[in-house]
């Protein structure tokens, strides 16, 4: 029974981080559209979570110095470069195509697994990565030369290949955390996109020996991505005043600000810890479902809320899509846990993989 509780916390955990992630696009669309640009919407939400955050940085102050690679890949690949892309990419193309196309993620991931790793896949993960290219072909229209932009499918994609960067980095710091506590059973995670391997430090308040509190990585990446990208974004050219001003969502009128704490609050802060909250109590399996619920709610919000309809073919495209990256992710954790050619036969295998959710 208990069991049956812990789990059904967690899917209800990982929905919420889900649908608070799937609304980002939606509330930051109409801010772009109102003048603002978009790497100014970026870094209000980057800059206003990292000031929330702040406390938990301060108390883990010394993780930069241990984990300093962690936390730079994170906060330039996992936030900055994902986010930045993203807000780039709605600001040309539909909200629902730009998470589409991310969702190309999954499959980019295995290729790294397969081709750049040397390690084997099973012909389920290959069913998977036909699926999402097959579904995005329809989703962009490539029979017709591409139905949108192709600026801003190109900064989808590079959105998922940065994901890709921040799945590969989630795998490092599995795998260090195993090193550090070889004793440590295996954990299950759920859709955060911070793998078991970061949580295994969660509530134990310690900097050092084995992996770190995911918050902690969260808040000091939120922290160097909000410096890092202070330097492109220039937020001193923000008009600060507009934000008092009525931003139209849909057939209603909004203060700016409003969608501002609504960015900063929910689709980061509360999408971040209720994603940690919810780890270790789900499986890949059902992490993998979850995840796919972030798609659906960014494209059904934007369909009813800024009227981006979708066509026959983006919709079936879009089902293949989410149906492959499911495939692909279910099928990565075994599939990666095959060992190197060149490896040692006594070399460790890693015990866990990252988890595929794209983070925006």
């Given amino acids: 029974m208990r069991s049956t509780q812990v789990r059904s916390g967690g899917v209800g955990l990982a929905l919420l981080s889900a649908v608070a992630f799937g609304g980002s696009g939606v ?19 980057v800059a206003g979570a990292a000031l929330v ?7 883990h102050r010394r993780l930069p110095l241990q984990r300093p690679g962690l936390v730079i ?22 909200v ?30 290959v069913v998977g990565v036909v699926l999402a290219v097959g579904g995005m072909c329809f989703v962009v229209g ?25 799945f590969v980095l989630a795998d490092h710091g599995a795998q260090d955390g195993s090193a550090a506590s070889p004793g440590s059973p295996d954990r299950e995670r759920a859709g955060d996109g911070l793998d078991d391997g970061l949580v295994d430090g969660l509530g134990d308040g310690s900097d050092g020996g084995g992996a770190p509190d995911p918050v902690a990585v969260i808040a000091h990446a939120l922290l160097f991505g909000t410096a890092s990208l202070t330097l492109v974004a220039r937020p001193w050219d923000i008009a600060w ?24 609050l929910v689709c ?22 979850v995840s796919c619920v972030e798609a659906v709610v960014g494209a059904v919000l934007a369909w009813f809320l800024l009227g981006e309809h979708l066509g026959t073919p983006q ?33 460790p295998e890693p015990c866990v993989e990252p988890d595929l959710a794209p983070r925006r």
């Fill in 27 to 45: 509330a930051a669309k109409p801010l772009i559209e109102a003048g603002f640009e978009p790497l100014h919407v970026v870094w209000m939400r």
């Fill in 53 to 59: 955050l702040l406390p938990v940085a301060v108390r």
């Fill in 73 to 94: 890949g994170f906060g330039l690949l996992g936030i900055v470069g994902v986010q930045a892309l993203y807000y780039l990419a709605i600001a040309r193309i539909p």
């Fill in 96 to 125: 629902g195509v730009a998470i589409l196309v991310e969702y190309l993620g999954p499959a980019l991931l295995l290729g790294w697994v397969r081709f750049v790793q040397r390690r084997k896949v099973r012909r389920a993960a």
């Fill in 142 to 166: 490539i029979w017709s030369g591409f139905a949108f932009a192709p600026v801003g499918l190109l900064c989808s994609f590079g959105a998922a290949c940065c994901q890709v960067a921040y």
């Fill in 241 to 264: 005043t507009s934000l008092a001003h009525q931003v139209p969502l849909g057939d209603a009128d909004v203060p700016g600000i409003l969608l501002v704490g609504w960015i900063v």
């Fill in 268 to 289: 980061t802060v509360v999408s971040y810890l209720t994603g940690v909250m919810a780890v270790r109590r789900l499986s890949p399996q059902i992490a993998a479902v």
């Fill in 315 to 347: 919709l079936f495209g879009g089902a293949l899509v989410l149906a492959g990256a499911f495939v692909a992710q279910t099928a990565l954790p075994a599939a990666a846990g095959e060992p190197a050619p060149a490896a040692s036969p006594t070399a």
